[in-house]
């Protein structure tokens, strides 16, 4: 069972680069999820989206596009990456319980440099 | 908007001590409340929750109660095992219905236990 699966573990960016993060889930959750990881700040969510064809901006959405063309697939696109974007990214999934506390299933993250 | 504050880290213990890790939050009406574990290289997994005022949340003899009159959610386990060494996050929903995958997260709390 691969649950979320994040591609690649780890890269390595030039400034101005652009490049797509991965992320695909098996479990036919409706809710996808994008957070960056940054030392003493916690999970802050880049963008989530609720369906296909449906993404919102969450807390820090600049730099970062996505789209949600199938339920499995939610990849994250650095349009020209910056040094600030140095962080580790994880994606998540999941799904409404009765409308509360759903629980949330995470990869394993992509550790991103960005020279 | 919504916060949730952690007790600043690293924690370091001793095998069969006591832990705490305190965690209080400011968010409007009734959110539901978890603690997220990560071990070293992976993503974050669910530990327990609780979604009502006074509701205790308990996993792998960790526990935790939500408390509305003081705004907190503190992680406690009464004897800590070396396999619990990872980083804690403490994290809520919005109120009133699911949360679509969008969570606010504290800081984390690193959490070491020595033999």
């Known amino acids: 069972n691969a649950g979320v699966t994040q591609t690649p573990k780890f890269q390595v960016l030039k400034t101005g680069q652009s490049m797509t993060l991965q992320c695909a889930q098996d479990?036919?959750?409706?809710?996808m999820s994008w957070y960056r990881q940054d030392p003493g700040m916690g999970l802050r969510l880049i963008h989530y989206?609720?369906?296909?064809?449906?993404?919102d901006q969450g807390e820090v959405p600049n730099g970062y596009n996505v789209s949600r063309s199938t339920t499995e697939d939610f990849p994250l696109r650095l349009l020209s990456a910056a040094p600030s974007q140095t962080s580790v990214y994880f994606c998540?999934?999941?799904?409404?319980?009765?409308?509360?506390?759903?629980?949330?299933?995470f990869g394993s993250g992509t550790q991103l440099s960005v020279l | 908007g919504n916060s949730v504050t952690q007790m600043e880290g690293p924690v370091t213990l001793s095998e069969e001590a006591f832990l705490t890790i305190n965690c209080t939050y400011t968010?409007?009406?009734?959110?539901?409340l978890f603690w997220y574990v990560q071990y070293p290289g992976e993503g974050l997994q669910l530990l327990l929750k609780?979604?009502?005022?006074?509701d205790k949340g308990s996993n792998k003899g960790f526990e935790a109660t939500y408390r509305k009159e003081t705004t907190s959610f503190h992680l406690e386990k009464g004897s800590v095992q070396v396999s619990d060494s990872a980083v804690y996050f403490c994290?809520?929903?919005?109120?009133?219905?699911?949360?679509?995958?969008?969570?606010?997260f504290g800081q984390g709390t690193i959490l070491t236990v020595h033999p």
């Open positions: 968010a409007t009406g009734y959110p539901s």
């Open positions: 989206s609720v369906g296909a064809g449906i993404t």
């Open positions: 998540a999934s999941s799904y409404s319980v009765r409308g509360r506390g759903e629980k949330l299933f």
């Open positions: 994290a809520l929903s919005s109120s009133g219905g699911t949360s679509y995958g969008k969570l606010t």
């Open positions: 479990m036919n959750h409706e809710y």
């Open positions: 609780a979604t009502k005022a006074d």
